[in-house]
């Protein structure tokens, strides 16, 4: 990190003997009129010298400011984790647009168009896929940042491309793209995916999270409320929001407002936009409570990704565990039931009810649990993965971070039930099978593993 000394001031004594000691700069000053030729020389060459110091120190600076810090595992000496910095994209163009029509028309009676960000994403993919399968116009976009391997998102959005889905690559903070997009399609949904995820990764790159999950929310929601019909809107809150709450099971009824990682914070930030956006504008919006989403094409920054890495690469996993030997535990959710959570939210999401910026009347506000109830120790789950991958864990217990980690999550699901025939059907064991197939496949033994 870099440390700015202040330098010391002229009128500092420590400053008199560097003065005696400084090289003159002939012909710049009239040194015969003054009592003090030697410090007026001096004075001259040192607030040059103190201009360009500070001037460098400057650039170097906004440098840093301008380089977050790198994900989670980063080895500087592997090219295999990049920083997460955002590119300049180019977008436009009759080719272009054609792709965009092409991949968001719809292809069965009473389908949907949907804009779905953050689709070369975990929940993105499948999210997309399942649309596109049962004849839903849809339409990606994502920034493909470098938070997590990027040729993970790139083997995803091969992924899609096969299905007919078109990623366009583009940040969510870009308004005049989203404008253009509006332009070319007019979406009847947006699932609104894009995040910056994580919760232990907040404490190096703030600014990270700030930038997408409130910054980039916004700008979905100015977008959607300008133009002419109004979207509805379904997107990705957490399970974090309910924070150091101790009663469980969590309900959508209980309070969040005691985050403890500015993720949480973050997405809970983005629940009272919604309700702004909902309030103003007239806008339909559905935020779903994510519990843990796992699964085939996962994210490698979470624990059941890397946990797996590691146990194939012989190196030591840390188990979490509270105080007094507390239990750490998660309500795991398969992926397969968090799309079907999805599109159930889209599928019953009412239409907004302004247009161009005018509210007209009263819009559907909601927020839902997408969980499994059915909480699992952390131990457990490695246990689970000990048994399929056939090979014994180095584990180190280790005391809970006070990094943003919660000691346990559970869902209850009763009103998602209820309104949108929410209903988990995979358990962890059933889940993980699938998931740890799906591993060796893409990553062979994971001896090689570029994750
Ligand atoms: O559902 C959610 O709200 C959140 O779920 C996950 O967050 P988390 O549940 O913390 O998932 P992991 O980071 O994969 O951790 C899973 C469990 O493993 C534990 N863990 C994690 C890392 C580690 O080295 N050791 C360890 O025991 C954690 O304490 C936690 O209990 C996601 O990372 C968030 O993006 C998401 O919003």
Redesign the pocket.
């Known amino acids: 990190m870099l440390l700015v000394k202040p330098m010391p001031s002229s009128s500092s004594p420590s400053s008199s003997h560097i003065t005696d000691d400084a090289p003159s700069t002939p012909g710049k000053f009239k040194i015969e009129k003054s009592p003090y030729p030697h410090r007026i020389k001096w004075h001259s060459s040192f607030t040059k010298l103190t201009f360009w110091s500070f001037f460098f120190l400057g650039i170097i600076f906004i440098f840093f400011l301008r380089s977050p810090p790198p994900p989670p595992g980063y080895d500087p000496s592997s090219s295999s984790h990049p920083r997460r910095h955002l590119r300049n994209f180019s977008w436009g163009g009759a080719a272009w647009e054609k792709r965009v029509r092409s991949s968001a028309s719809v292809r069965s009676r009473n389908g949907i168009s949907v804009l779905v960000t953050g689709a070369a994403g975990f929940v993105g993919t499948h999210v997309s896929a399942a649309l596109k399968r049962r004849g839903d116009g849809v339409l990606g976009l994502d920034n493909f940042n470098d938070y997590y391997d990027p040729s993970l998102k790139r083997a995803r959005q091969a992924l899609l491309e096969r299905a007919g889905v078109f990623i366009v690559e583009g940040d969510i903070n870009d308004n005049a793209l989203l404008g253009k997009l509006f332009e070319v399609v007019a979406f009847t949904h947006v699932m609104h995916l894009a ?1 910056q ?4 990764y907040a404490m190096e790159n703030p600014s990270s999270y700030v930038h997408s999950n409130i910054a980039g929310l916004v700008n979905i929601l100015e977008v959607c409320k300008s133009v002419n019909p109004q979207p509805a809107i379904v997107w990705a809150s ?4 309910y924070g150091l709450n101790t009663k469980v099971p969590f309900s959508e009824k209980d309070r969040t407002d005691q985050p403890a990682s500015l ?2 914070a973050t ?1 809970k930030a983005g629940e009272e936009i919604a309700h702004t956006y909902n309030h103003i504008y007239g806008l339909s919006l559905t935020g779903l ?6 699964g085939p094409w996962g ?1 490698p ?7 797996t890495r590691d146990i194939l690469m012989g190196k030591p ?4 565990e509270a105080a007094n030997h507390g239990t ?3 309500d ?2 398969y992926i397969d039931d968090i799309v079907k959570g999805c599109l159930a939210a889209l599928d019953t999401a009412e239409k907004s009810t302004g247009s161009g910026g005018k509210k007209k009347g009263p819009a559907q506000l909601r927020v839902f649990n997408l969980g499994n109830t059915s909480p699992v120790p ?1 131990t457990d ?1 490695v246990n689970i993965l000990e048994r399929l991958l056939k090979v014994k864990a180095r584990k180190n217990i ?1 005391k ?1 971070p006070r990094n943003g ?5 559970h869902a209850n699901i009763s009103l998602a039930q209820r309104e949108i025939g929410y209903k988990p059907t995979t358990d962890l064991q059933t889940g993980l099978k699938k998931f740890v197939r799906w591993y060796l496949r893409y990553y062979g033994d994971g001896k090689k593993s570029s994750v």
């Open positions: 995040a995820a994580g919760v232990r957490s399970s974090s929001v993720y949480a997405k409570r994510f519990f843990t989403a796992y994210r920054d979470m624990a059941y990704f890397f946990f996993i840390s188990i979490f750490v535990a998660r795991f959710t952390v789950l280790v809970l980690d919660v000691q346990f999550t």
